[in-house]
């Protein structure tokens, strides 16, 4: 019996053929190009560079970049590791940290924004819908990164918008990124990779983009804290009226939870903005303590922040319902002129605005 001879079947793998030579392509070009003249070693790593104290070349840069390139345009999982070691590379070598081609181990600038993020300008024409479409985000998520409650926006504000789907979220003192993984989605991996955060790490003030990520309920812009039950309650007023005008009585409120005392003003403060930490302290001490957590404390009120004095023993806080078109603010508290428990709903007029810290 004659054997027959197989025939090669060139179209079925004609289609995997470009991919193979790519790769075999990508191969060579680390295998070679990654020798260095005084040592055998091939491997690009930024670690082993810095670590064994090499010289990086030009021509290795450019290798880094053709890594990048095909990796990203095989969507390979380790396209994103790839690309920012490239950026890292380049980045040290345009600052002047690799003088005569030699990779030093790092240090880069803290920079307020990442490459993950892009500051932009609102111009004649531009809308929240436009911006998110041009990004291809969503209005939520360019209004969670900038604290905007709605999507009005006016030429040349600035605007930091997530490069990809996700918010941008701007470093407390102290964070890690695992704690900012835990609160508010995404993967360590991820936040490192697109926010070229190999070497430098996170550190407070820095705007970074969290990949998918999204603010709880309670921290968004437009959450308003729903009001407790309350027990009708007679309210006698007495003492001076001279921060306080138009003054109703919402009612006894009891049940409020959270950490600071029942009953007292820290209560009512933490309860409408539970995204500010539990450890203020007293009222006198919230506004130094708000600002070295990371939050912006300064003397102009808005809708939703927290007023503060230190007047008195303890000190007192409230919240901040609305700014009046007279420069006045309708404001709730607890515990003021000392009815623990009481809440009232009052305007505190122009003229005394500005004696009080808001906490932002």
Known sequence: MTKRKRKFKFDK????????????VTLVLVFVGSMYKNDGSLNLSLDVFAAKDYHVSVDQISELYMVADLSDALSLASASDVASNYVVATTMYDAGQASS???????????????????????????????????????????????????????????????????????KADETIEEIVDKYGSSATEIIALNDLEVSGISEGMKILIKDGTLPEKERPEYVAPRPTYTNYSYSYSGSSYTRQNIEVLGRFYGLGGRYVAGQCTQWAWYNRQDLPSNLGNAATWASR??????RVDRTPSAGAIFQTTAGWYGHVGYVEGVNADGSITITEMNYNYQSFVVIRATIPASAVGSFYYIH
């Open 13 to 24: 793998y004609s289609k995997v053929l470009p991919y193979a030579l790519i790769s075999i």
């Open 101 to 171: 081609g030699k990779l030093e181990k790092p240090t880069l600038p803290n920079i307020a924004a990442s490459r993950g993020v892009v500051e932009y300008v609102v111009t004649d024409g531009d809308t929240m819908d436009t911006i998110a479409s041009k990004y291809g985000v969503t209005t939520d998520q360019i209004r969670w990164s900038n604290g905007l409650k709605t999507t009005d926006i006016s030429v040349g504000d600035t605007l930091y918008v997530p490069t990809k789907p996700g918010i941008v979220y701007t470093v």
């Open 290 to 295: 708000a600002a070295a957590a990371g939050y």
